[in-house]
């Protein structure tokens, strides 16, 4: 029996902000993310664009189909700066108004683990209190050991526990410390690090690319995605893995989706 689901996400390069939804709904996938992700003059979208009405059908369509649905934070709601704050606090309203289960933020070093706490303590408390789960996502600028201090401070504060990683693998693969080596990342996070999501997409090392898996180095030897998932499986992970990605034909998502399960089924 499957443990974790897969599934797709939206993309400012989608003709409307629901087309990629709609297009999990009619192919089966099980899990789903709105990635708030305007580009001024050129597509996405963003929580105004999403009305009242809108939302509710999202939850409805979501829960008849079967979907576990995630919210990712801009890349501009960076919590020690202006409005961040007052961003996150939006996505965690859009959030629960769909009856998504997980909000995605980005780690942000700029002044330290402490203050990173520090500042997103209103949104760990916020979000605990409406159930919802919240991941920190690796960047290209972060790096494992990042993520063993983050989560070695926050087990021992009395904060709420609803916090986990998002390994993005991607980004993983463009960290300093393991380019071109997304599994050395991976192997550096000691087990204290509660991978609760993830993110999958690859690239050859050079830029954040973000091609679907099994289109890049994985196509030619699907080694490397192999020994992930049997690590994931090790890590008793029950998350969503989202396809981050609008591939054209969207069909490459369908692809890379029933590789994966089929991977992930083998003994």
Not at 221 to 229: M, P, T
Request: glycine share 6%; charged share 25%; aromatic share 10%.
């Amino acid at each position: 029996m499957k443990q974790i689901r897969i599934g797709n996400q939206t993309s400012f390069s989608a003709d409307t902000p629901s087309e990629p939804f709609e297009y999990a709904i009619a192919n089966g996938f099980d899990a789903f993310e709105w990635f708030i992700d305007k580009k001024p003059g050129n597509g996405g979208w963003d929580d105004d664009d999403i009305d009242t009405e809108m939302r509710v059908l999202i939850k409805s369509k979501a829960t008849e189909a079967g979907i576990t649905l995630s919210v990712h934070a801009p890349w501009h709601a960076n919590p020690l700066r202006d409005q961040g704050i007052t961003l996150l606090m939006k996505n965690i309203a859009f959030a629960d108004e769909i009856g998504a289960g997980l909000l995605n933020m980005h780690l942000y070093m700029d002044n330290g683990i402490n203050d990173y706490l520090e500042a997103i303590t209103p949104i760990i408390e916020k979000t605990a209190k409406l159930g919802i789960n919240l991941s920190i996502e690796n960047t290209v600028y972060t790096n494992s050991e990042d993520f063993n201090k983050l989560f070695a401070v926050l087990q021992k504060s009395s904060r709420p526990k609803n916090v986990g990683m998002c390994l993005d693998l991607g980004h993983a693969n463009l960290s300093a410390e393991s380019r071109n080596d997304y599994l050395k990342f991976v192997d550096r996070l000691e087990p204290h690090v509660p991978i609760i999501h993830v993110h999958m997409h690859e690239n050859y090392g050079d830029s954040d690319t973000h091609l679907p898996i099994f289109a890049g180095p994985a196509g030619e030897a699907d080694s490397g995605v192999r020994e992930f998932l049997m690590w994931l499986k090790r890590s008793k992970f029950t998350g969503s893995i989202i396809l981050e990605q609008w591939p054209d034909p969207p069909s490459l998502l369908n692809q890379a989706r029933d590789r994966l399960y089929c991977i992930w089924e083998e003994k």
